[in-house]
């Protein structure tokens, strides 16, 4: 079935009230910008511009290998009025200066007021011009609803699919469900390995996806087509989506599958597994375990950065009140003054000695919080409020203490 034919089948035929249309952006060429905007006002539309110059390469990828997608069309084509302008011609500096385009290419929003209403500088992929989309004005319900219709009527074209699971995206409906229909048809029909995982790697956004095994199994092929940075980018964030959940449900096999995916994608696998092991364990277990994974992590790669070890103290300060862990909590934090003298590390250092009964030290060390904030020219509130707290409790102990008794 050709390319064209596509949306026709997927959605005219369920939606009688939507016309056909061509693969991809049909842009209408002939339209200026307040035509196209009062054209958006008087069909309850929001109007769609790209931004572009002849010279801008990353103009033309979007407009070869984006705009052309049916899925892309059969999205814009019913929610926006679609235009384009050269930034250097005819209108286009105009434009430029009152969206203030500056980079290229620039996707623009706009209400028929002519108000931002979403904004995307660069050149997205499939998934993030579809998320624009979205972000602007929700896809229009009648075409999910007839997709609806026809999916469980038993709908499992290779075609409708593809459309219909990016139409799901693209909605903001979770479409783990479908996805995973969509491999296990597309596994037992034998569709393109390659079309599949291409389509895997698009929409394997957020942890847990059935994509996911997909696009990890063919990282090779996938880095030598999306670049090194895009894949590990892509990869470190569901890494960091599964650890939170892991803390969440304190699920160590999630951990697992968080670690490994760091291991399978990271040129600084160890040191990163280390950091998401330690966070893990502060936040689920006892003492004694993250305590040593807390060490292990400090010991290893982090002696010289005070945040981190200021991060940590803290961490120890609130949740532990072990005096052996305190005084350790202490001194990395003594540690990251040192390191990096000023106000939040001075007072991270004052209450940890505060907690220890070091009333002397945790003064001296909110006075300097107190002179870093004002150099800093931040509000030392924590600082000021913890001196206020001793000083109460010094004057409370002297109200209390017995008189000396004269002869």
């Known amino acids: 079935m050709k390319h064209t034919s596509r949306i026709f089948i997927s959605l005219l035929v369920l939606l009688s009230s939507v016309q056909a249309f061509a693969t991809g952006i049909d842009f209408n060429h002939e339209l200026t910008l307040q035509e196209a905007l009062d054209k958006a006002k008087k069909e309850g539309k929001l109007v769609f511009m790209d931004c572009y110059t002849s010279w801008c ?9 984006v705009f052309t997608d049916s899925s892309v ?65 929700p896809a229009r319900p009648d075409i999910m609803t007839g997709m609806d219709r026809k999916y469980e009527a038993g709908e499992r074209g290779e075609a409708f699919l593809e459309d219909y699971l990016r139409l799901f995206n693209s909605s903001g409906r979770d479409y783990n469900d479908i996805f995973a229909e969509y491999l296990k048809v597309a596994n037992a029909q034998k569709w393109s390995k390659d079309k599949v995982v291409a389509l895997a790697y698009e929409l394997t956004e957020r942890y847990p996806s059935p994509g996911l095994a997909l696009v990890v199994s063919h990282k090779n092929g996938l880095v030598a087509k999306y670049g090194a940075k895009a ?15 892991a803390k969440a449900q304190k699920d160590e096999k999630i951990l697992k599958e968080a670690t490994d995916l760091v291991k399978a994608t990271s040129a600084d696998s160890k040191r990163e597994v280390a950091r998401m092991e330690m966070d893990y364990y502060m936040n689920t277990a006892t003492t004694d375990v993250y305590d040593r994974y807390v060490t292990n992590y400090l010991n290893r790669y982090a002696t010289s950065d005070a945040k981190q070890l200021n991060d940590v103290a803290w961490q ?12 350790k909590a202490s001194d990395w934090a003594f540690k990251a003054v040192n390191l ?7 007072t991270t250092y004052a209450y940890l ?3 220890l009964g070091h009333l002397s030290e945790a003064t001296k060390a909110c006075d300097y919080a107190i002179i870093k904030g004002k150099e800093e020219n931040i509000n030392p509130t924590s600082a000021l409020a913890l001196k206020k707290e001793i000083t ?9 203490t017995p008189a000396t008794k004269q002869n």
Do not use: H
Request: glycine residues 10%; positive net charge; proline residues 3%.
């Open 57 to 65: 390469g990353p103009c033309k990828r979007l407009a070869a290998t």
């Open 73 to 137: 069309g059969a999205y814009f084509n019913n929610n926006y009025i679609n235009v384009k302008f050269d930034m250097e011609k005819g209108e286009g500096p105009y434009i430029a200066g009152r969206y203030q385009v500056t980079a290229y290419p620039t996707l623009l929003w706009l209400d028929g007021n002519g108000s931002i209403k979403n904004k995307v500088v660069g050149g997205p992929d499939i998934a993030g011009l579809l998320s624009g989309g979205l972000a602007a004005a």
């Open 231 to 245: 894949y590990g980018d892509k990869i470190s964030l569901i890494a960091t989506q599964a650890q939170a959940i």
């Open 316 to 327: 120890y300060y609130i949740n532990t009140t072990d005096e052996k862990l305190l005084k």
């Open 340 to 346: 990096q003298n000023n106000c939040t590390n001075n």
């Open 353 to 355: 000695q505060y907690k």
């Open 392 to 400: 109460n409790e010094e004057a409370l102990k002297k109200l209390n």
